[in-house]
């Protein structure tokens, strides 16, 4: 347990999440994908498309493209000339979809964010968005101070290009400003529309990334952990820690191409992540006992089955990151949130004490963030609950 002086004294105080109207039901997208394989003749890829698309852990998903419901020989995103078909989405068409698709999911997810930490737009003294699967000029976070009413001499940080990790990387970046600023208060948003860059190929790269990403926005407040007189419960940020994989930047690799991003993932991931992340949450920590929480971004299920089983965690502790992977995909930088959102949930029902916590998210490089976290119940850094002595001892 970490004494007052020893913990940044910086907070998530809110969270929101939000997905657009159009669900991928994983059984009936599999079927439609698998018979646009084997209609061209692709027979071998059909069979290990239909095996993949049962074993990676996602039942259903979000999209904003409808096109993406349709049956394989009406859907641009199955049935390219490689599938006897035509008339792919250019990379132009997609940004175009993407800008229409993308503000609106954000603002949700911010207002959402701004409600749940109790803060008014007019309180933001900085924005950070993320988003790794679309780019336009003026971006997101122009676009949001409209929507929002935010201030407009607010500080703007658009991190794009990160990948998954960029979620956690933000709000490292966010604690980091607290910290410097006491009155800040930090807006992050993140929007990803990773079902945009499906493609119509028989490659089984191709293949593993459309058979689990999905599209999502999140977004958080965050804030100073003390003297704020608020009366809910939240997350306070602690000790973050970055590193770059030695050896890895092949693995995961996103390129803009003619008809959308073109994704590869190794399979070498999961057995990277164990080979060196241990020794870095080791670092991390500093002698700190192994805690309760772990807000793990599911990549992949095997990446969650990598970390559950080299740090002896329970069901329950991985159950956060795996429902968000059953019921939602990967969304790229948003989906750490939506753990981080769903652990609160949980926390809140159960009525929980004061808990310690690690995050974890990879992007590409491979790139680990990692930061420590402890819940705190509402309430508790005010003195007016049961759980008060325990608080004071991490703020």
Known sequence: MRMKDEWPNAAIWGIGTAVPPFRMEQEDTSRRL???LAAAGHTDSSRWARRIFKQCGVEKRYTCEPNLLEEAENCRYFRGPELGGGDVPTTSERMGVYKRASVPLAEEAARKALADSGAAAEDITHLITVSCTGQYLPGLDAALIGELGLRPTVARFPLTFLGCAAGLKAISLAKGLVAGQGQAQVLIVCVELCTLHIQPSSGREALYGASFFGDGASACVVGAASGTGRERDGFLLGDERTVLLEGSAGEMVWEVGNHGFDLYL???IPRLIGDHVPAEVERLLDGAPKPE???????????VDELQELFGLSDEQTSASRSILRNYGNMSSAT???????????????????KEGVALAFGPGVTAEMIRIAYSPAGSLGGKTKNAEAADAYV
């Open 34 to 36: 698998v018979e646009a």
């Open 293 to 303: 929480l772990w807000a793990i971004h599911p990549g992949g299920r095997g990446i």
């Open 266 to 268: 190794s399979t070498a």
């Open 336 to 354: 750490l949130l939506f753990v981080m959102a769903e652990m609160k949930r949980k926390l809140a029902e159960e009525g929980s004490a004061f």
